[in-house]
């Protein structure tokens, strides 16, 4: 096989990360075997960075991947919290909030301007919670006089089926409610609901949104800088803010906030990487889940037509044709990527759109996380699936060397298999209170950068395999 062309090369694209210092305590802990797929090693230091060991070293001693609630602490979900409000006698939104757990009171954005139907503005931010994973938010209402003050906006993704439900608990009375799937919700969130949120580099009216010149990707204003001060030092003008967890750090116009208990902590890169992991991982269960033939029966060809979305020109077009007509076979029509997930029952528009409200906005699927985007977060589930049922392919990834190396940790990771089982592991498997455990103590700042760490360096052994398993031509 040929060298990988210019035109593939050009097609990288990197971003900047600010780099931070990781904090751990500086006793080593013995090495503990967890489980089966991760271990806990205490890690071992890379200057000032604490690394894993290995790609599947959590560093801190977990009794699981996704551990449970802490006695007398809410389970994060939607069940989880009803349950809680009926046996605490919960009345007030406040009361729900200053008994949520760790994770949830440091993982948050605030939020001026608003294109939901509650009201927010400078003196009262919306505060959206989006937890270590984002598989569990909450938006909450400061503004007294918002008609929907007493109304708590939740979203949970369902870890078995993948699919997003939006709920609404009710506290304008006596007694609280619990509102499913309300269809305010449609609105903004589509009929098959995923989260909004803005794009990396564009959070229209969230707190550090470009609005001050500075280095960073995320730059807060003076005015913001200016609010969250107050807020911190107890002026908040409404006790819903009182549940924060706020940083150590000295806030400055131009720089960024740092989420507090976090190795890494710019705030709004983390929010897209919790955000877009989740929604990611929906996606792919919903297709794995309510087309189980089908996407078996068409893996190759989605990774085919995925790298040709990621690198565009690699396929020729007999190799195109060949593609529509596996897409024509599964009752679909086209030649793209787009074309073959709606055979799956993902319509991109709807579903990778995070950044525009459902019915009132035209889409844009090129959400981005920082370094990748939601394609390439399905991507990357769909080939560690492939690798597990194919062991022909697995020993390919296998064969190929890890050269662009695992931000700040020399020789973590040998070959690509075991970068992908590292990122599989930080994005889609550690999770909950287990990953807020483990962010206190490091967090991989390019876990999501898939193309230039995946697929490109294993372009020229995948590529042939998969055109040669599936039977199309190899025309270039």
């Given at each position: ?137 909450m938006n909450i209402s400061t503004k007294p006089d918002d008609p929907k003050h007493d109304l708590l ?234 690798a597990i049922d194919d062991h022909a392919l697995n020993e390919l990834l296998i064969s190929v060397p ?22 599989m592991l930080h994005m889609h498997q550690l999770l909950g209170r287990s990953r807020y455990e483990v ?38």
């Open positions: 096989m040929k060298l990988i062309s210019s035109r593939i090369i050009s097609g990288l694209t990197f971003i900047i990360v600010l780099s931070c210092n990781s904090v751990t305590n500086e006793k080593k802990q013995s090495i503990v075997q967890s489980s089966d797929k991760y271990v806990s090693t205490g890690g071992k230091r890379n200057g000032k960075l604490l690394c894993p060991n290995t790609v599947n070293d959590v560093i801190v001693t977990l009794n699981s991947l996704d551990s449970q609630a802490k006695p007398g602490d809410p389970e994060m979900t939607i069940k989880g919290i009803l349950e809680f409000i009926q046996k605490n006698k919960i009345n007030t939104i406040p009361e729900l909030l200053n008994q949520l757990p760790a994770h949830y009171q440091n993982n948050f954005s605030l939020v001026e301007h608003t294109k939901g139907e509650g009201q927010s503005n400078l003196r009262f931010p919306r505060i959206v919670l989006f937890g270590p994973d984002g598989r569990f938010l906006d939740c979203a949970e993704l369902n870890e078995e089926t993948g699919v997003w439900e939006f709920s609404q608990f009710d506290f304008t009375e006596e007694e609280p409610k619990l509102h499913r799937s309300p269809e305010s919700c449609i609105r903004c969130h589509g009929d098959k609901p995923r989260p909004v949120w803005g794009t990396n580099m564009d959070w229209p009216g969230v707190f550090g949104d470009n609005e001050a010149a500075g280095p960073n990707g995320e730059a807060l204003s003076y005015k913001h800088v200016l609010r969250m001060r107050e807020i911190i030092d107890g002026k908040t003008y409404s006790d819903r803010f009182d549940f924060l967890k706020w940083s150590d750090q000295k806030l400055s116009s131009g720089g960024i906030r740092r989420i507090a208990d976090h190795a890494f902590g710019a705030e709004l890169l983390i929010s897209n990487m919790a955000m877009g992991t989740a929604t990611a991982r929906g996606v792919f269960k919903r297709m794995k889940n309510e087309n189980p033939k089908k996407y078996k029966q068409t893996r190759e060809a989605l990774l085919l037509l995925g790298y040709e979305y990621m690198i565009n020109g690699i396929l020729s077009d007999n190799e195109k044709t060949s593609l529509e007509k596996v897409i024509e076979d599964h009752g679909g029509s086209g030649k793209t990527v787009d074309d073959l997930f709606l055979v799956l029952g993902i319509d991109t528009k709807e579903a990778f759109s995070l950044s525009t409200l459902a019915k009132e906005e035209p889409p844009k699927t090129n959400w981005s996380l920082g370094a990748g985007d939601l394609y390439e977060q399905v991507l990357l589930q769909i080939l560690h699936d492939l890890n050269t662009p190396g695992i931000f700040g940790c020399k020789d973590l990771g040998k070959n690509i298999k075991e970068v992908i089982d590292f990122k962010n206190k103590v490091y967090y991989s700042q390019d876990s999501e950068n898939i193309k230039a760490k995946v697929f490109v360096p294993a372009y020229e052994k995948i590529v042939p395999y998969l055109k040669k398993k599936i039977g199309i031509s190899n025309v270039l």
